[in-house]
């Protein structure tokens, strides 16, 4: 190194390109949040090192961000107290909800949480019989969870979104509440786009 040049820092150092950080005590923790202009609509977190990290779009106005990282930071350490849910544990809720709510009819042949899964909360291959759901789920209330899960079980018996699918769908009791719920997230992930 030649003399008089400060040394790199390592790369998790180094600032990121449109992004800034700033903190929001929750119930006595020190929450970090990452606000980038890259990120258009959707807001995440996860645990860094033990500590509860949420990233937000930077148009999302202070009061919608305070409430979001408040809400995620608390679902993530209530999930970190819990454990995580397995793979294993979301086929088995899978399976249960199709015994449930369709006879057994739609069995996966794989039920996995994926972290690839960006613009949708879950995915269907009937081809194969496996269904991805977006890590991004694990943050929903226990019955818009098995909303998703229950949507992607009907596109094993009815790959289109066609009459025959909505009417398999109907025997779920918290239908219209969970797709509202849904339809609120992405309205307000929307907002977040317009200053």
């Known amino acids: 190194m030649p003399t008089g040049s400060a040394p790199s820092r390592p790369a998790a150092l180094r600032p990121t390109r449109g992004v800034r950080t700033d903190t929001q005590v929750v119930d006595g923790e020190t929450v970090t949040i990452r606000r980038s202009t890259r990120r258009r609509r959707t807001v995440s977190g996860r645990l860094e090192e033990g500590r509860v990290v949420v990233m937000v779009p930077d148009a999302l106005s202070g009061a919608d961000e305070r409430r979001l990282v408040e809400q995620l930071a608390r679902r993530i350490r209530s999930r970190d107290r819990r454990g ?33 899964q960006q613009r949708r909360w879950g995915s269907c291959t009937p081809a194969t ?13 226990e019955d818009v969870l098995d909303y ?9 018996l009815v790959p289109d979104h066609g009459p025959e699918f909505w009417a398999e769908l109907e025997v779920y009791p918290a239908l219209e ?9 992405a309205h307000a992930q929307e907002r977040a786009l317009t200053p």
């Open 177 to 185: 509440r969970a797709r509202g719920f849904l339809d609120g997230v």
């Open 129 to 141: 019989g496996e269904i991805r759901i977006s890590e991004a789920a694990r943050n929903l209330p």
């Open 84 to 116: 995580p849910a397995g793979d294993a544990e979301l086929e088995a809720r899978a399976t249960a909800l199709a015994d449930r709510y369709l006879g057994g009819r739609a069995r996966p042949t794989a039920v996995r949480w994926s972290s690839r």
């Open 148 to 156: 998703v899960l229950l949507h992607e079980l009907v596109h094993l």
